[in-house]
């Protein structure tokens, strides 16, 4: 049966061309919230939008902990992140970690020498004692 156009079936409404890029056009914009369902053993997917904002791929880790009945979850690249600012915020500017550790490294490699140079110098006392 033809309509006004003279057009019938399928020709009425043509179905769009396919886009290669409209998944990415999606995924441009994720969804902030999903709903999942919650599967056995207590699995649930997260979706891929969702996945590429985070930077996660299928195997990797991921930091999970409840906050004020919530659950989150971090990546472990962003968890790390996340500790090294928290952390940097207690260095003082001038400070260097790094040359910090190194001279108690040092101290402390200074101290275990001297021992062990004393019961070196001990134990062959009392070989020569013999």
Do not use: C, Y
């Amino acid at each position: 049966m033809a309509n006004r156009t003279g057009k019938a079936g399928l020709d009425q409404n043509p179905q769009p061309q396919f886009e290669a890029g409209a998944r990415k056009n999606l995924l441009r914009f994720p969804a902030k919230r999903e709903r999942v369902r919650l599967g056995e053993g207590g699995r649930f997917v997260i979706p891929a939008a969702m996945r590429e904002e985070m930077g996660v791929k299928p195997g990797e880790e991921l930091i999970l902990h409840v906050e004020n009945g919530e659950l989150r979850v971090r990546s472990w690249l962003q968890n790390l992140r996340r500790v090294q600012a928290e952390l940097s915020a207690l260095k003082k500017p001038e400070e260097s970690v790094v040359d910090e550790f190194l001279k108690e490294r040092r101290e402390e490699q200074r101290r275990s020498d001297e021992r062990l140079d004393r019961l070196h110098a001990e134990g062959m006392a009392r070989k020569g004692a013999k």
